[in-house]
């Protein structure tokens, strides 16, 4: 277990929906990333906050976008989702931006 | 742009038959190589990080070591229990960049009994 968590585990929606992923960093973590894993692509940066604020960003579609909330939680927001959005979503944490990253176990979303 | 390479995509071994993964990288500033352990459907589980060429870290059945564009993961007896996908990846040292960890496509392994 990495100490970070990750909700929901398993998310069914249909294309043009809307989805919300969240996740809790390990405690005293104040770095938050993004990723998304695909079979074609493989793991994927998108985001970085760093104590609320946006530090990297990676290929990114303008249709997703997140926040890192005051208690330090993260939340992704996936928008006009599409068939190719499937995949699986991490979070990371870390204590820093240049140190070791935890990863949560995903979320799971399949776009119908 | 930062990229990594491994090789091979996928290594069958018997258990105890010793292996590497190969990890090849380019990157403007290192500031760090890891691997990552991944198991099918679960988030990727950290084993080592190097950070300066001549780098060796060990645990258990696993070495990994850095030179200037490669890193090397070797195994060692492999049992079993050691299949999984192995996972790169390379952190930047700036710029907007930073902290950014650029994976690479990993490498399958699986061993037999």
């Known amino acids: 277990d990495s100490g970070v968590t990750q909700t929901p585990k398993h998310l069914i929606t249909a294309t043009g929906q809307r989805v919300t992923l969240r996740c809790s960093p390990r405690s005293g973590d104040l770095s938050v990333y993004w990723y998304q894993q695909s079979l074609d692509q493989g793991l994927q940066f998108l985001i970085q906050y760093y104590n609320g604020e946006e530090r990297a960003k990676g290929n990114i579609l303008e249709r997703f976008s997140a926040q890192q909330f005051p208690d330090l939680h993260s939340e992704l927001n996936l928008s006009s989702l599409e068939l190719g959005d499937s995949a699986l979503y991490f979070c990371a944490s870390s204590v820093g931006p240049a140190r070791r990253q935890y990863f949560g176990p995903g979320t799971r979303l399949t776009v119908t | ?113």
């Open chain 2, 1 to 113: 742009e930062d990229q990594v390479t491994q090789s091979p995509e996928a290594l069958r071994l018997q258990e105890g038959e010793s292996s590497s993964l190969n990890c090849s990288y380019t990157v403007s500033g290192l500031r760090g190589l890891f691997w990552y352990r991944q198991d099918p459907g679960k988030g990727p589980e950290f084993l080592f990080t190097l950070y300066s060429a001549g780098e060796e870290k060990e645990k258990e059945r696993l070495k990994a070591t850095l030179t200037k564009k490669e890193s090397f993961l070797h195994i060692t007896a492999p049992k079993p229990e050691d299949s999984a996908t192995y996972l790169c990846a390379v952190l930047n040292a700036g710029g907007t960049s930073y902290g950014k960890l650029t994976f690479g496509q990993g490498t399958i392994l699986t061993v037999h009994p």
